[in-house]
């Protein structure tokens, strides 16, 4: 899976109007399959919305509690900077979004996640 990450993300980075070819559900799914996840978390693609890509959390909180201390934003940076594909993608202007979904008591609460821009440089 993750050489075809590569080589879809390289193919659609080199073009001159990737926004217009963005794949966010193999994005969503590379972090899914391939990277260690919180359990009940689940990442998917959204759609564009303006200059930004969206996704969604969905965390289950009431079964996994624990993991409320962890961010879907943390989580967002660690897949879009951690691969070379995708921290070039920011370097050259992609604009990402998480959006959490969690389930507390029951219920399903959503929150609009910040902008993510850049990676931060170690």
Do not use: H
Request: aromatic share 8%; glycine share 8%; proline share 6%.
């Amino acid at each position: 899976m993750k050489k075809y990450l590569i080589a879809g993300l390289l193919t659609v980075s080199t073009t001159t109007v990737f926004a217009e070819t963005f794949s966010g559900p193999l994005i969503a799914a590379f972090y899914m399959e391939t990277m260690s996840t919180p359990k009940g978390w689940e990442l998917s693609y959204k759609g564009k919305e303006g200059p930004v890509q969206v996704f969604t959390m969905r965390r289950d909180l009431d079964a996994y509690p624990q993991t409320a201390i962890m961010s879907p934003l943390d989580q967002m940076r660690r897949l879009m900077c951690g691969d070379d594909s995708l921290k070039n993608m920011m370097k050259n202007g992609l604009k990402v979004r998480v959006d959490a979904k969690d389930k507390v008591d029951g219920k399903i609460k959503t929150s609009k996640g910040p902008i993510l821009s850049s990676c931060p440089s170690y």
